[in-house]
């Protein structure tokens, strides 16, 4: 408490002028001392929380914006003095503070520079920058910050230098080299129209002859050239190059990414200035100079290439048409050659990327007629996969499921096809594909094509059992899990060990398990709670199970009104146990602790954390466990009982309502009491 008192006694002064000079009335100081001295306790607590410094700064923030208010209505606003910037010295104070305690959060150093630029204070934004970045030199927002502050200053050099050195130790950071294109292109700008304010040339094409002439022996003509390549975007090529090739640095020798080439792309198509559209067609011309990235394969390379067709600015009208046209040519001709040279992989990769193409066009396109075009361009590769195309590939299903997403779409143009030849068409390419998606369609389409409930019930249920044995690769829960809330609890059950049955889809074992967990607590069981508790209590015995599937089940029975205490125990003690893991143990005993301390038993929490550190053989692991604790402490909603909870070793200790060691005499000092202005 001495330091609480000595930081009160450094506020005297300015509270003393604030006080003298109109500002504040006497009631109002006392409330500011009130205030304040909660504050600090707060800070001086055996762990102090990150929660209590931002609360104090933004309070202090207020105060701040108070007191300029109240200057501003003032006739006869005071001299110049040490409450005209003591608070917001204090708010610099109290992040300092702050950054002592948490030098690894990145987030407070931001919030730290934001402030300070808030207030307008240059240098320490610049010296605060320079110290969290000297302890995250990795951290992209810091560059980021750091570069505009240079702008702001106008220093272009400095955050040209900034960007770099960032890029050095984070090439691969799409975020960063964006931020650098923005800079040079901002910069571009800025000097094209300076240039043209002062009257230079910034076009050797505009010149007249006998300008040409007059240049042509002298030296301007490399100036002027020069500054017509800047203008023309030479600085900003050489940054695209650098990004796209970031395998060349030595620190990396990975490909670049589509991810990057997409943020590149799409920063280049926002940047409101004409020479970002103009460097369009040069991005794409180095895309094609990359064989190879590093998260797509070569037909999505491809994909995007095509895609050049359509990025030029202001497409409309015919212009649009022959772009649309000219990209959707290029794919079909190079999925026609690939199958030419028996490129089977390279043939489905492209047939999955063509259908996504189609489709998002399909779905962005207004004009009826570009969208004939494009279902009829899709329905004739569909017509020409051969069946040496590989049947169970993702390719071939991504152009069957796509067709008949199109045929099925409510806003397709006239002429709209026909429900029995949709149909027949789903049963055509069901039988030729495992593809998840097809089978989703043609359970679709038939179950519109059947009016009789009971017909349509069976044909349902035969068709779903065809779809289970055929269909492979992704999202195949979908098919397991189709109709799911009209099943009963044994069809729920039989599928489960239908799918236990085959090592294809016995991974589905988890899924239809947390899907038939969560109906139970859906749905209202006849018998009441306890057949529910029941039925949950034989699933989790009846299989081998995960830690997802425990801890999916003990938070749905926590989060209920009444909650099964007995099931709640059952649940620990079957995933405390699971397949004899430590961190099932760990996982399911903070789990139950937890729950046992928001319902105020910290004695049975207390043994049970206990008896977890006492299993702990590494000695570093104990320490991890007790960290653990102190964290979930902390965030227990409400205030906290009273009892002490020791652990091992360190003690962790539970003090009031709000986890602090405080003197019961200072109980008024501890009161959170609202800030009110008088007048």
Known sequence: MERV?????????????????????????REIIKRRTHFETQLVRRQPRKKDFLEYIEYEMALEKLRK???????????????????????????????RKFKADIRLWVQYIEVAKKENAGNLVGRVVAKALKLHPTSVP?????????????????????????????????????????????????????????????????????????????????????RKEVLKGAIVKEVLKDALNVSLIPAFTAQPSLRLFNALSSTLEGYPTPLAIAL?????????????????????????????????????????????????QEL?????????????????????????????????????????????????????????????GKGVGALYSTHLRILLDRTHPSPRPDGSKISKLARKYSSKSTSVEVWLCLLDIENQNHSN????????????????????????????????DTLTLGEKEDLIKEAL??????????????????????????????????????????????????????????????????LLQDIFHLWRDAGGLASNREDATFAYASHLLNERLVKGANILINNLIALSIEGNRKEVLEKRWRDTIDNVEGPVPSDAINLQGDTVEVWGNDGMDVDESSEEEEEEVDFVVVG
């Not at 508790?533 to 015995?541: A, E």
């Open 69 to 99: 208010k109240r200057v501003a209505r003032m006739k006869t606003p005071p001299p110049h003095s040490i409450s005209s910037h003591s608070i917001r010295q204090r708010q610099f104070s109290i992040f300092e503070r702050a950054m």
């Open 501 to 566: 049955s085959n090592s294809e889809t016995a991974v589905l074992r988890e899924v239809l398990l947390l899907r038939t967990i969560s109906s139970l607590y859906l749905s209202t069981p006849e018998d009441g709670p306890s057949t529910r508790s029941k039925n949950i209590n034989r699933l989790l015995r009846s299989y081998s199970l995960t830690s997802v599937v425990y801890r999916h089940a003990f938070e749905l029975e926590e989060a209920q009104p009444e909650t099964d205490t007995s």
């Open 142 to 226: 810091l560059y980021v910050l750091a570069a505009q502050h240079q702008l702001d200053q106008g220093s272009p050099s400095a955050a040209r230098n900034l960007l770099q050195r960032g890029l050095r130790l984070n090439a691969q950071s799409a975020d960063l080299w964006c931020e650098y294109i923005k800079m040079e292109l901002g910069w571009c700008e800025l000097l094209r129209r300076r240039w043209e304010t002062l009257g230079i040339p910034t076009n050797l094409e505009n010149l007249s002859a006998a300008e040409n002439a007059e240049v042509a022996t002298s030296s301007e003509l490399d100036v002027k050239s020069a």
């Open 280 to 328: 369009i067609p040069f991005l794409y011309d180095l895309l094609n100079q990359h064989q190879k990235f590093v998260d797509c394969n070569a037909a999505e390379l491809l994909s995007v290439y095509a895609s050049r067709h359509l990025k030029k600015p202001d497409l409309t009208g015919k212009d649009l048409i022959a772009g649309l046209k000219a990209n959707n």
């Open 453 to 484: 409930p009971a017909l349509k019930a069976q044909n349902e249920k035969n068709l779903l059992r065809s779809a289970r044995k055929i269909c492979r690769g992704e999202s195949l829960e979908k098919i397991w899990c189709y109709a799911w």
């Open 332 to 392: 079909l001709d190079a999925m026609q050659t690939a199958r030419e040279s028996g490129d089977l992989d390279f043939v489905d990769d492209l047939a999955a990327v063509y259908s996504e193409f189609v489709w998002n066009r399909w779905s962005s396109t207004v004009d009826p007629n570009l969208r004939l075009y494009l279902s009829s361009s899709l329905h004739n590769l569909c017509n020409s996969a051969s069946d040496q195309d590989k049947p169970g």
């Open 5 to 29: 008192q000595y930081s009160l006694e450094s506020f005297l002064p300015e509270l003393k002028d604030l006080q003298e000079n109109g500002i504040f009335s006497a009631q109002e100081v």
